[in-house]
């Protein structure tokens, strides 16, 4: 017993512990989420399959080191500086991604859900939203091809510019006016703001995303690629086939039905998120159910 008194008394003068303040406390949570949202980005990127390769060569680097290979450690020590640049331009197309997503987030937003009083109508109305569903499937049903692009926060502009100006109301008979067959404005994509359509015929840069289905035509890689530079969502109608798909956040959802088609639409809404800050400090609200669990 006194010799195991004796080694934790020599043991807590061996070990030094540093004090440990709040910040330090701050620092390690800052710390550890960044480390988590930079592996989740690299999970979700093409830095996963390079981050393996970059394994697979440090442990060729190791077996050179144990055996002293001298000539490849040479080439090794010549060759990391331009690594590190080469790793940045293969990368560039999702670095640029990340931080845009991390400039269209409003943090404070986030952290603070203070309810103004205000009653939000969305980024759109429902009206519009049922307009956009009922003239997609008409057009479905015909097999007239379309490409809807409806901003969010980030601006269009630059791609509204490359188009002929509209400025009308949204309307179902509108956007199939457009689309229709051999009539001057049904090449290309249409930009919606708000309620209305701003502008049609617009250029909309292609997806190099090699996940992509190869029966997936000029269409729908652009309505993907439109939603990697912009978080801007795309609704899609197929000339081939008639389906109806929905490009988000650089992901592609196939052959939706109407009710698929209107809860996507309702997830960029921004009026359900505003229902939810009123309720999150109001309480429940009478009209919904217990069940809605």
């Known amino acids: 017993m006194e010799r195991l008194t004796n080694f934790i008394q020599n043991l807590q003068y061996e070990v030094y512990v540093p004090p440990v303040g709040w910040n330090d406390v701050v620092e390690i949570l800052i710390i550890s989420f960044l480390v988590y949202q930079i592996m989740l980005w690299v999970k979700n990127t093409k830095a996963w399959a390079l981050l393996k390769g970059v394994v697979v060569i440090m442990v060729f680097i190791l077996i050179a080191a144990l ?26 197309p999702e670095l640029r991604r990340a931080l845009e997503q991390l400039g269209r987030k409003n943090i404070v937003a986030a952290l603070f859900p203070f309810d103004n009083g205000k009653v939000s109508e969305g980024r759109f109305s429902d009206k519009t ?31 509204e510019r490359t188009g002929i100006e509209v400025d009308g109301i949204l309307t179902s008979q509108l956007l199939i006016n457009i689309f229709e067959h051999n009539t001057p404005l049904h090449d290309g994509a249409v930009i919606v703001r708000g309620d209305r359509i701003v502008s049609a015929t617009c250029y909309l840069p292609l997806s190099d995303n090699m996940a992509l289905s190869k029966e997936l035509g000029t269409r729908h890689r652009a309505g993907v690629g439109i939603s990697e530079v912009t978080d801007s969502m795309t609704v899609i109608v197929s000339e081939e086939t008639g389906h109806v798909s929905v490009a988000y956040e650089g992901e592609l959802y196939r052959k939706l039905d109407a009710d698929s088609l209107r809860e996507k639409l309702m997830m960029i809404q921004n009026k359900q998120v505003e229902e939810k800050k009123r309720r999150l400090w109001k309480g429940r609200s009478k009209s919904e159910k217990e069940t809605d669990r």
Do not use: C
């Not at 040479?74 to 690594?83: C, E, G, M, Y």
């Not at 956009?132 to 980030?154: C, R």
């Open 67 to 92: 055996f002293q290979m001298n000539t490849i450690l040479w080439i090794v020590r010549n060759v990391l500086s331009l690594a590190v640049v080469a790793i940045v331009v293969v990368l560039q």
């Open 129 to 159: 939203m049922n307009e956009i569903v009922k003239a997609s499937f008409e057009m479905g049903k015909v097999k007239t091809g379309a490409l809807i692009v409806i901003e969010q926060n980030h601006s269009l502009s630059e791609f």
